[in-house]
């Protein structure tokens, strides 16, 4: 099962770069026409997300509960900009679809929904939820021997969530090298940076001693993503988490690393700066 | 399928019902796991640990993964039986039971082991007298209150074949096998008459409705004609027997749970746009004081001469 957009294989960064960037644009533009989003970490997540569905994941959006799958679950779920775009972007549903974000009866609610959404593992939006869903998705591999991977991507205030803690403890206990975990640390959360709220630095050392194999990367370098989450997990002996160093509003100008685009919505002028930028 | 053997002077624990149940489909089912917080004793689940140690799930005590580790399962083909203690799988993880699995909409089994009063004085935070009330808010998800061994082996064959959502309230209180006609079947949803009667209808579920049977042989004593109706699914109710026995004139529930927003609740729901007529309530009124559950049971009048006595009382109110 190939990455269905997957290009010629000697350009896969650039084509990985070029999705990332339709992607900013296409979610920005979502945020902006229903005047709601997150578009601060929809920007930080997008090239973890183009990097994934681009480069690295085995999915077919017309079988997209075909058990062999590798799954991906959106424990950020407020970053629907950025997610229903890549998940349109790869073929699950009709672009044409994104125009509806928000609208009523839409199936693109302001948190992802399995029931109205191919492509959507889990129901999220309460944080803390992605990964202890992940973990039961990747033991259910582990108890099969089955080789499809399980990935997960959180935000890093959301780690102040003790469940992401429980789960830690059993997948560092389980020895679960089908599961991926990746971390948006843009080091802020929706008030203020995630070290001036509850620290979760030093980052990297809690994750080992919870007994995962931690790679720290920058996390809108799509060569480095594509290197860390393509490699083989086999014998690694542990989950893997990789720590994806970001800046919430990465892209634009007046958007980087503000704590004010969490959640704001631009202005016509802002939204026309914002695609003169986005280029 | 083996049932469960009674304990002492014919009564059951129905955990044992629960296990032998579980064991015995997942013989047949290589789908069926089961998922549990360091909770393997308390479910009775030793007996599976032996049968099928890598179909055991253990996350430790963290209820809040216990129950996405469900969902995650039943997403990777699985058919998880996650079970834990009624009063933690509920309270503590009542947004992963919310997201996770209602409003997901996934294939998971929750059971709420040791429900009500069982831990009686342990106390109110080991008791699970809220669980229905928190639970029925999630109008997808199947509550199925077992009353007795043969019911609660059903209720488990009927989740394991159903593609959805469901909880089952399962009691460690001794009860009695109840009396029922040759033949009967449970269905999700529909509730069984076990006493005809014309002055007054007593609905219950669990470990009260063989006190309620037992309350309609003492007012039939009296000349008094009691219908009792296990509505051993809370959701969804069965409405239609809910609607003729509002005909009876009067109604009372009887729960091991809290008066507020359990089956009692849930039955008014339907009364009052139906057919309204004079109904009494019957369970705890909130935290209890210190006491063994046979000491809250008959301290609360939820036992043969209180149930009676509600009867009366309510009846006493028809116009």
Known sequence: ?279 | MSAAAPSKAGLFDCRDSFAATIEALAESDSRIVTVVSDSVGSSKLGGFKKKFPERMVNVGIAEQTLVAVGAGLANGGKVPFVSAASCFITGRALEQVKADIAYSNVNVKLIGQSSGVAYGELGPTHHSIEDLAWLRLFNNLKLIVPADPWQTAEAIKAAAAYDGPVFVRVSRMAVPALERPEGAVFEIGKAETLVEGTDATIIANGTMVHRAVAAAKTLAAEGISARVVNMATVNPLDEAVIAAAAETGAIVTVEEHSVRGGLGGAVAEVVISTNPVPMRILGFPGFVPTGSAAWLFDNFGLNETGIAEAVRQTIARKK
Not at chain 1, 153 to 167: F, P, V, Y
Request: net charge negative; hydrophobic share 35%.
């Open chain 1, 1 to 279: 099962m190939p990455s269905p957009a997957a290009p010629l294989k000697n350009d896969l960064v650039g084509d990985i770069a070029a999705q990332a960037l339709w992607i900013r644009r296409r979610s920005f533009q979502m945020v902006y026409e229903a005047q709601q989003g997150h578009p601060g970490g929809d920007f930080s997540a997008t090239d973890v997300l183009a990097t994934l569905y681009f480069g690295v994941m085995r999915y077919d959006p017309k079988n997209p509960r075909d058990p062999k799958r590798d799954r991906f679950v959106m424990s950020k779920g407020h970053c629907t900009g950025a997610f229903y775009s890549v998940l349109a972007r790869a073929g699950y549903f009709p672009e044409a679809d994104l125009s509806t974000y928000m609208e009523p009866l839409s199936k693109l609610n302001g948190h992802p929904n399995r029931n109205y959404l191919p492509g959507v593992e889990t129901n999220t939006g309460p944080l803390g939820h992605g990964l202890p869903v992940a973990l039961g998705i990747a033991i259910a591999g582990q108890i099969d021997n089955a080789d499809f991977r399980t990935f997960v991507l959180t935000g890093d205030g959301e780690l102040q969530e003790g469940s992401n803690w429980e789960a830690a403890l059993t997948g560092g206990h389980r020895k679960l090298e089908n599961l991926t975990l990746i971390i948006d640390r843009n080091r802020l959360q929706q008030g203020a940076r995630t070290e001036e709220t509850a620290s979760l630095d030093p980052l990297d050392d809690k994750w080992r001693a919870f007994g995962w194999h931690v790679e720290v990367v920058d996390g809108h370098d799509h060569a480095k993503l594509l290197e860390v989450l393509s490699a083989s997990p086999k014998g690694r002996g542990k989950p893997l988490c990789v720590i994806a160093n970001t800046f919430k509003g990465k892209g634009v100008s007046f958007m980087h690393d503000n704590v004010a685009w969490h959640h704001g919505v631009p202005t016509k002028e802002q939204y026309e700066q914002a695609m003169r930028e986005l280029v």
